[in-house]
């Protein structure tokens, strides 16, 4: 059998032209859009895990603001709590307080009252016994119980022991202004004559005397001078009777204790 080479050959030649043309106009394109589609592909899976990546930022900055959000929180409710149980604390602090001040104020109004009451029965007794010796002396006696007082007072200046005879004439002697002599009452000009002239004889000179009334004496009769002072009256026996008194209503009426 004979070879037709040229048949062979342009049978090769067609078939290098075909391929040519097929990689020309088929392979081409088709790996072109192979290669397009896998660039495509590749972009829109890069692209997906961009996204992905945002979106596990993004979950993961929401859970961590969600924590703090929950931290906050939970630092608010605990910091509302310690500041309402000190708010309760200092309420009840301060109630406390204002019950122990309004305890020690009754307290006090009653000590207040006790004493009130005291001085009030004081006066009473002190007059009662004022008004009981006045008629019980002037039973006994021709004279009244002013002229008593007088003459008490002058006995007794008279026999001044030495020391008190000394102070008493020390301050006698630089006075600058008038001697001043008080009772209860007022005077009668013969008691009053009385009284000056045994200032006068006691320390031999003339002393220069006012005189005056002042209740709270009670019953008796004071000199001062230059701040030294003689005096008698019945307010030491007063002042026990007083005392006596006060004891019994501090015995009755007793303030509770604090607590």
Same mark, same amino acid.
């Given at each position: 059998?004979?070879?037709?080479?040229?048949?062979?050959?342009?049978?090769?030649?067609?078939?290098?032209?075909?391929?040519?043309?097929?990689?020309?106009?088929?392979?081409?394109?088709?790996?072109?859009?192979?290669?397009?589609?896998?660039? /495509?592909?590749?972009?829109?899976?890069?692209? &997906?895990?961009?996204?992905? !990546? #945002? %979106?596990? +930022?993004?979950?993961? @900055?929401?859970?961590?603001?969600?924590?703090?959000?929950?931290?906050?929180?939970?630092?608010?409710?605990?910091?509302?709590?310690?500041?309402?149980?000190?708010?309760?604390?200092?309420?009840?602090?301060?109630?406390?307080?204002?019950?122990?001040?309004?305890?020690?104020?009754?307290?006090?109004?009653?000590?207040?009252?006790?004493?009130?009451?005291?001085?009030?029965?004081?006066?009473?007794?002190?007059?009662?016994?004022?008004?009981?010796?006045?008629?019980?002396?002037?039973?006994?006696?021709?004279?009244?119980?002013?002229?008593?007082?007088?003459?008490?007072?002058?006995? /007794?200046?008279?026999?001044?022991?030495?020391? &008190?005879?000394?102070?008493? !004439? #020390? %301050?006698? +002697?630089?006075?600058? @202004?008038?001697?001043?002599?008080?009772?209860?009452?007022?005077?009668?000009?013969?008691?009053?004559?009385?009284?000056?002239?045994?200032?006068?004889?006691?320390?031999?000179?003339?002393?220069?005397?006012?005189?005056?009334?002042?209740?709270?004496?009670?019953?008796?009769?004071?000199?001062?001078?230059?701040?030294?002072?003689?005096?008698?009256?019945?307010?030491?026996?007063?002042?026990?009777?007083?005392?006596?008194?006060?004891?019994?209503?501090?015995?009755?009426?007793?303030?509770?204790?604090?607590?």
């Amino acid at each position: 059998m004979l070879i037709d080479w040229f048949t062979v050959g342009a049978q090769l030649l067609n078939f290098l032209v075909l391929v040519w043309l097929l990689k020309r106009f088929l392979y081409k394109p088709i790996l072109d859009a192979i290669g397009a589609r896998e660039k /495509r592909i590749a972009a829109e899976l890069a692209d &997906a895990a961009a996204k992905q !990546a #945002a %979106a596990d +930022k993004e979950r993961d @900055e929401f859970r961590s603001k969600s924590k703090a959000l929950d931290d906050q929180r939970t630092a608010i409710l605990a910091k509302a709590a310690d500041e309402a149980k000190t708010e309760r604390e200092r309420l009840l602090a301060q109630a406390r307080k204002e019950a122990g001040e309004m305890r020690v104020r009754q307290q006090n109004a009653m000590r207040d009252d006790q004493v009130k009451l005291s001085h009030e029965m004081s006066r009473l007794a002190q007059e009662e016994v004022f008004a009981i010796a006045r008629k019980a002396l002037a039973d006994l006696a021709s004279a009244s119980l002013e002229e008593r007082m007088g003459e008490v007072f002058t006995r /007794r200046l008279r026999e001044m022991d030495g020391n &008190a005879k000394e102070s008493l !004439a #020390a %301050a006698l +002697k630089t006075l600058s @202004e008038p001697a001043v002599v008080r009772s209860a009452f007022e005077m009668a000009a013969n008691e009053r004559s009385a009284i000056q002239n045994a200032l006068n004889e006691t320390f031999s000179a003339e002393i220069p005397t006012r005189f005056e009334t002042a209740p709270g004496i009670v019953c008796g009769i004071e000199l001062t001078a230059n701040g030294q002072k003689l005096a008698w009256d019945i307010a030491e026996y007063l002042a026990a009777l007083a005392r006596n008194l006060e004891s019994r209503l501090d015995a009755q009426v007793s303030p509770a204790p604090a607590t």
